[in-house]
């Protein structure tokens, strides 16, 4: 394919391919937990770190980057005080990242051209350097699903049983904030701010609608995170329009068409259910009796 003659295009799919593997399988514990908008509160933070360090002419990327993951640990103290009311949390730093970020953006107007490229994704930002950062967070994040599966399967469902037997819950629990963090703020470059939340909610929440295992449905997310990157990015570069909100459009067509598909099948199962269920052996009306 032309595009991919392109050297950051080559970047592109090659970055998107790996947040797409980490964002989708971050998306279904996220759901489980039912800390969906946690992806969303930690790309306003993130957001705030890169005005910040635009304003303080220090590498925005990272700034962004080490904002996210203050605000992962944040949260987790936050949560101590409102523990019946856990998402206030979430709402808390939310408002804090984006009004710190809009009164940064306000104090240097030069700047509110440069942050498109963060807000809305670009794949020309997805340079060497943020490439092998987030080749590192993708190994960093691998290894800590793949070492605590079981411990974090555990805690999806049951804190306390998981507490009681024994498994250090406030330190995987703060592990696990600090990793979404790290992986929210490395997808900025090619999502966008704004956009992140789309590529960890979506894929999961397709995957979640239709696998029938825990297993399943993260294999699933990947598969459709994949092919959602990439549909969007093609798109993106045959049409000239922004790949973060493409790449969201391309996920949201997924999960309509994939939700609508699983209601008709339901249907189309009722239905040949409820015929079955009216045919007996009995007297002969082609194979079987109809029920009077």
């Known amino acids: 394919m032309e595009m991919l003659h392109y050297d950051f295009m080559q970047r592109a799919f090659c970055a998107g391919g790996i947040i797409a593997l980490l964002a989708s399988v971050l998306g279904v514990y996220l759901m ?21 360090g635009a304003y303080l002419h220090i590498n925005p990327t990272w700034m962004g980057f080490a904002t996210a993951i203050m605000g992962s640990i944040g949260v987790e103290y936050v949560r101590k005080s409102y523990r019946t009311y856990s998402e206030i949390s979430i709402a808390i730093l939310m408002i804090g990242g984006l009004s710190s970020a809009v009164v ?39 290894s800590f699903f793949i070492l605590l599966r ?4 555990q805690m999806l469902f049951d804190e306390e049983t998981a507490r009681t037997n024994g498994l250090p819950v406030r330190w995987i629990s703060l592990g696990f904030s600090v990793l979404t963090g790290m992986i929210v703020s490395a997808a900025m470059p090619v999502v966008g701010v704004l956009l992140v939340s789309s590529l960890i909610v979506l894929p999961a929440a397709l995957a979640i609608r239709l696998a029938r ?80």
């Not at 093609?234 to 609508?260: D, K, Q, R, V, Y």
Request: aromatic share 8%; glycine share 10%.
């Open 150 to 153: 079981r411990p974090l399967y």
């Open 32 to 52: 489980l937990r039912r800390q969906a908008l946690m992806a969303d509160m930690l790309s306003h933070i993130s957001l705030a770190g890169v005005a910040a």
């Open 104 to 142: 940064l953006m306000s104090m240097n107007q030069s700047l509110n051209k440069s942050f498109s490229s963060y807000l809305f994704g670009s794949v020309v930002a997805v340079n060497s350097s943020e490439l092998a950062v987030l080749m590192t967070v993708a190994l960093l994040g691998g």
């Open 213 to 292: 295992s825990f297993k399943a449905a993260l294999l699933l997310a990947m598969c459709i995170g994949l092919v959602g990157v990439g549909a969007g990015l093609t798109a993106s570069f045959e049409w000239s329009t922004p790949p973060g909100g493409t790449i969201a459009l391309a996920l949201l067509l997924f999960l309509m068409a994939g939700i609508t598909l699983k209601q008709a099948m339901l249907k189309w199962r009722q239905a040949f259910n409820h015929q079955a269920d009216k045919a007996v052996p009995g007297e002969k009306t082609g194979e079987f009796t109809r029920v009077s």
